[in-house]
């Protein structure tokens, strides 16, 4: 059944009633660049959602950590309500009130000098590597048009054509090409192979502490002290795409700190946007953000007033730890009921904090199979190259909900 609702211009249009009408509509319209799980999710706040047909589940995605606090978290909504008030965007051809202060506030909570402002996470790394080769050039002294950057197998940093062009997962890059030179890849959690890569025409290492999309892959211990050790020996950056671990979903404000670990350069989105918009930045270093001039690169809507203003908010919510300490021990308790379904169904449990990757042992469902199966229990969560699931609940999400997801997971793995 379909209801007829006008077009602004005053003309009728069928508008689908239920969840399969909804998605036959994005099949025959949308690209089929995702294969989405049948759920068609109308309404949402906190940890839970609502479908187009009133059916209530737990969010156990967090829009890949997007959601870190949640859906419609009342202090980012008041933020951007307000600032939709005001003016949401200038260009950067003119200053606003919102500018400066996001980018103090995010560089003191960071740790950090500088910050470059962006709208996605893709083109927060693509303006890391475009900041690293030019600092190569011209305070290393690499020629100009040779530097390199060492990266990491089983990589995930985003889809631009560039990045697909050092990605090493098939469906990301293959059919893609030409693809972009200057990238050497090694094995992720190998220090030795990535030794051996470097030269001296190397710019940075590119590198995620925890690898996501891959599994949530926590690398050996020492490995990420290695790596910065390197990169101090040879004059390199170190660049962390802190994207989906950063911002207090390992337990910590940043992956990195779990090692005592500083990097030259971070690249942060998802959760910086609170779940309303896109928002991205690269933070660093005056010395090496600071080789940018005027005209050399830009965004239209990157530190858009709205995004400053969210992202401010994001900030303060950040500022007070509440967050961090939630991960941790909420993600001690995750960890400790998905490590008990190890040998009944489950291989391996990792990740950190309210982050883990779950591996299904041979003969189970596959991950998709997996996913639609907690679906149907009212728990949203999603496969990764086919024998992951991801679990990433915000982190407002109640300790009672939390073991309802899991008893979700342990139902529909354990045999």
Known sequence: MTVTAPHSSGQPADVPAGTGEFVALDEQWSTHN??????????????????????????????????????????????????????????????????????????????????????SGAEAVESAIKVARKWAYQVKGVPDGTAEIVVAGANFHGRTTTIVSFSTDPVAHNHFGPYTPGFTVVKYGDAEAMASAITERTAAVLIEPIQGESGVVVPPAGYLREVRRLCDAHNILLIADEIQSGLARTGDLLALDHEGVRADLYTLGKALGGGIMPVSAVVGSRAVLGVLRPGEHGSTFGGNPLACAIGRAVIRLLATGEFQQRSRELGAHLHGRLGELIGSGVAEVRGRGLWAGVEIAPGGP???????????????CKETHDTTLRVAPPLVISRADLDRGI???AAVLTR
Not at 38 to 50: F, K, L, Y
Not at 98 to 109: D, S, V
């Open 34 to 119: 995702y294969h989405p799980l049948p759920v068609v999710i109308s309404h949402a706040e906190g940890a839970r959602v609502t479908d187009v047909d009133g059916r209530e589940y737990l969010d156990f995605l967090s829009g890949y950590s997007a959601l870190n606090f949640g859906h419609r978290h009342p202090a980012l909504i008041a933020a951007a309500t307000e600032q939709l008030g005001r003016v949401t965007l200038t260009s950067r051809a003119f200053h606003h009130d919102q500018l400066g202060l996001f980018c103090r506030e995010l560089a003191e909570l960071t740790g950090t000098e500088m910050v470059l402002p962006m709208n």
């Open 366 to 380: 596959t991950g998709r199979q997996a996913s639609e199966a907690l679906a149907a229990r009212g728990v949203l």
């Open 407 to 409: 008893d979700a997971i």
